[in-house]
């Protein structure tokens, strides 16, 4: 990834300042034309991806009857701590305008057709407001609202399935879920193989930026990158220090000093999924958390509790829209945030795992999906910092729930890995 990124810029930029504008546009529709194929093959694995993520993430909360105040508690954190990490990016970019200061001139050659072209990667529809965005969350029918690009309502879809998987004890209906297993079994194989092409997707882009923007685009990228870290930075040492302290009962440098192991594993993973035996084993050893309630909280978390996730697909489609001049008006603003809150539960705990929901955003807001070549080129790293986000939030909820719970193994309760094996596996 990084010597696409790398030879990307340079290619481009050495183009934009050697050649002559007639040679450089007619490279950049070769570049361009792979740049959107790679679009393409992680956009097409969105629908998949979103609906078996969101069922399994639900479904595997356990009994939704009897999960009592250990699982309501989870739930509450969970939405609250995930709202505010996206108000905290949005309210960031809203106020530093990393994405804008860009030539208008500059601006303009960049989106001469750009329209056609992201239209018809995306399919995105034109974003709802006030009550009719309120009656459009609940679709008519699940399949055009995908096929349309519905994806707030096919989301909503997917959530009120997985209640409903849950709620129906028959074998019929756990053999379903198997199946829904297996179809995100299958999904995350495949955004693994189109991962592995993104070097050459990531060097097209780029080039096709770079080449049409030269290095001014790199001061953008530097900005953008700036406002992400800020904005994690915020919500880890002092949104968490204030709910492990106020909340949890626990010194925040008690609680830091006790996950570093696990901060630095999800640090050098980049995944939640792999991170989550440290966490568990964390949790136990070192915070002394009771078991049957750390193990509940961090098995769901390392699905559905995603802060960082969802702060950095917030920061994102803020600053493409400023990027490439579209203005976002309050209601859709608010609409990026559901989504994005949403996207907190059904994003995978894998590496690049948002960089498909990321794309689904920008088409429902009619953002250039091919922006997000900018932000592949630095999403590694940006994927580390906030993947150590969401495992301290896993954690940081495992202290809030386990307040007043008693200390009893014997209690444990169900979890989303447990009904698939050893709590304490995760998929590597």
Not at 36 to 59: D, K, N, T
Not at 148 to 176: P, V, W, Y
Not at 315 to 329: C, I, M, S
Request: net charge neutral; glycine share 12%; aromatic share 6%.
């Amino acid at each position: 990834m990084l010597v696409g990124v790398l030879a990307g810029t340079a290619a481009g930029v050495a183009a934009h300042e050697l050649l002559s504008a007639e040679a450089v546009s007619e490279a950049l529709p070769v570049t361009r034309a792979i740049g959107q194929i790679y679009l393409r093959l992680l956009l097409m694995l969105v629908v998949p991806l979103i609906f078996s993520a969101l069922v399994l993430g639900i479904s595997g909360l356990g009994d939704l009857r009897s999960l009592g105040r250990v699982g309501l508690k989870t739930l509450v954190y969970t939405v609250v701590v995930s709202t505010i990490a996206v108000l905290i990016g949005v309210g960031l970019v809203n106020l530093l305008q990393p994405g804008g200061g860009l030539d208008e001139a500059a601006r303009a050659r960049m989106l001469a057709g750009v329209g056609a072209r992201a239209s018809a990667v995306s399919g995105g529809v034109a974003p709802k407001t006030g009550l009719e965005l309120l009656v459009n969350i609940v679709p008519r029918n699940p399949l055009e609202a995908a096929a349309g690009g519905d994806m707030l309502g096919f989301m909503f879809f997917s959530l009120l399935f997985g209640i409903g998987l849950r709620l129906t004890r028959s074998d019929a209906a756990r053999r379903l879920e198997d199946v829904i297993q297996g179809l995100y079994d299958v999904t995350m194989n495949l955004i693994g193989l189109v991962i592995r092409i993104a070097p050459w997707g990531v060097a097209a882009l780029l080039f096709t930026l770079t080449a049409e923007l030269g290095v001014e685009i790199l001061v953008q990228l530097g900005r953008y990158v700036g406002v992400v870290l800020l904005a994690l930075a915020l919500h880890q040492f002092v949104i968490y220090s204030l709910a492990v302290r106020f909340v949890g009962g626990m010194s925040p440098a008690f609680f830091f000093r006790g996950i570093s192991e696990a901060m630095i594993t999800a640090f050098s993973t980049a995944s939640s999924n792999a991170t989550l035996p440290t966490a568990i084993r964390v949790a136990e050893e070192k915070l002394k958390l009771p078991p049957q309630v750390s193990r509940f909280v961090l098995t769901i978390g390392s699905t559905a509790n995603q802060n960082g996730t969802a702060l950095f697909e917030g920061v994102t489609v803020l600053f493409l829209a400023q990027f490439y001049g579209v203005e976002l008006a309050f209601g859709q603003q608010v609409l990026v945030c559901l989504v994005c809150i949403l996207g907190g539960i059904g994003t995978a705990g894998v590496p690049a795992g948002s960089i498909p929901v990321i794309a689904m955003i920008l088409g429902m807001v009619n953002v250039p999906v091919e922006g997000i070549g900018l932000i592949l080129g630095v999403d590694r790293f940006l994927d580390m910092c906030r993947t150590t986000l969401n495992v301290s939030g896993d954690l940081a909820a495992a202290v809030v729930v386990s307040r007043g719970e008693p200390h009893d193994p014997a209690e444990a309760r169900p979890s989303f890995a447990s009904a698939r094996g050893d709590p304490t596996r995760a998929a590597p």
